[in-house]
Structure formats: structure tokens, C-alpha cells
């Protein structure tokens, strides 16, 4: 317990000393800035190494897409602090690095707790019809990918698999899975509108299935 102490009090002296990440790359689409994977490392590493702390990004696969976790290092102990998972919206080696490169930058600005992403004060929530739940990693990506899909259909795809889970319809799942499969745009956005249980759920049956 002592060993965590000491590690996490380091922590808290190198976040301190941290700035938020410089926005230096802009948004195409909403004209809004962000934090370049470099500009976030360039912020929190200094600070991080200067205290007795490492950190390490290890990436694991998912369904169509990919997860990484941060896991600090240092005083002779370790903290992890929870995979951030991101889809791939294309299936290819550019989809991949993308998601990649998401999927790093926020989950080293989650973990030390600095801003990514400029701040819109409102004007985005005043142009948009209300979320259910509050921005995501998931909706992020579709925003600076420009993805926009039919709402109706997203919704409709999104109850489908709800209603399989909960009646643990495995084969009305695959069947809704490789349907959205040829739609890579519609599956990022229901993903995005799936509770976190579904998500899980689904997740671990196709895992078990390959």
C-alpha cells in the first residue's frame, strides 16, 4: 500500500506541474481545434519523467476496432488506468493508424487529466438536437471523420441489437453485425448509440465465436 501511495502521490506532483496540450491542429469539418497526439505527449511526459514516472500505452484488439490503456510505471509499483476503445471506421491501414492515433492521445490526456480538445462553450449543444449521453471518444471520431448517417436507420439497427442481447439472440446479433459490416459509416454510429453492457456483451460473444 505504500509503494501505491508513493506513486500516486508522484502523480499528483507531475500533474501540477502540467499544462493542457496545445491545440494545434484544426477540425476540417467543425472548424474546431485539438491536440495533435505530440502536442499531448509533448505536454505530460516532461513532467512525468521529471517526478519518476513512466508510462506505457499498451493497444489491444476489439470488434472491428481497436483499445488502448495507459499504464503508469514508477516508485516500484504500477497504475493502470482503464483501456479507451475506438472503431475503425475503415478497414484498411490508414483506418487503423487513425484509430490508433484517437484512441493514444485520449487516453494519455484522460489519464493525466489534461484537455485534448477545444472547448465550444455550448455552441455545439445549441446547434444539435440533445445526446443521450454526454461526448464520447466514439461520437469525437465521427465528428472530426465527418460521418453522418440516416438517424432513423441508426436507431432502428441500434433497438434491434438491444432487444438480441437482452434475449440473448445470438444469431439475430451476427445477422444485425454483418449487415452493419457493409456499412462502416452506420456501424460507428450505432456503437456510438449503444449502452455500455450492450456493447460489452456483444463484444465478448463474437470474441468467442473467432
Given amino acids: 500500500m505504500a509503494s501505491e501511495q508513493t506513486l500516486i502521490e508522484a502523480l499528483v506532483k507531475a500533474q501540477s506541474e502540467m499544462s493542457h496540450a496545445a491545440f494545434d491542429q484544426i477540425n476540417p469539418h467543425f472548424k474546431s481545434k485539438f491536440a495533435s497526439l505530440k502536442s499531448v505527449i509533448d505536454a505530460v511526459k516532461p513532467a512525468l519523467n521529471a517526478n519518476g514516472i513512466a508510462y506505457v500505452q499498451k493497444s489491444a484488439p476489439m470488434d472491428h476496432g481497436i483499445a488502448v490503456e495507459t499504464v503508469f510505471y514508477g516508485h516500484g509499483d504500477s497504475l493502470s488506468t482503464g483501456p479507451v476503445p475506438v472503431p475503425i471506421d475503415r478497414e484498411n491501414a490508414q483506418g487503423f493508424g487513425s484509430a490508433l492515433t484517437y484512441a493514444k492521445r485520449y487516453s494519455l490526456a484522460m489519464a493525466c487529466g489534461i484537455a485534448a480538445d477545444e472547448d465550444d462553450d455550448g455552441h455545439a449543444a445549441a446547434k ?13 471520431v465521427m465528428q472530426e471523420s465527418g460521418i453522418q448517417v440516416d438517424e432513423k436507420k441508426r436507431d432502428q439497427y441500434a433497438t434491434a441489437l438491444v432487444n438480441s442481447v437482452q434475449q440473448a439472440d445470438e444469431a439475430g446479433i451476427n445477422e444485425l453485425i454483418e449487415e452493419l459490416n457493409d456499412d462502416n459509416d452506420m456501424k460507428i454510429a450505432v456503437w456510438r448509440e449503444l449502452p455500455s453492457g450492450v456493447r460489452s456483451s456483444i463484444t465478448k460473444m463474437r470474441g468467442e465465436k473467432q
Avoid: D, Y
Avoid at 128 to 140: F, H, L
Fill in 128 to 140: 444539435a438536437p440533445p445526446k443521450k449521453r454526454g461526448q464520447s471518444v466514439i461520437e469525437t
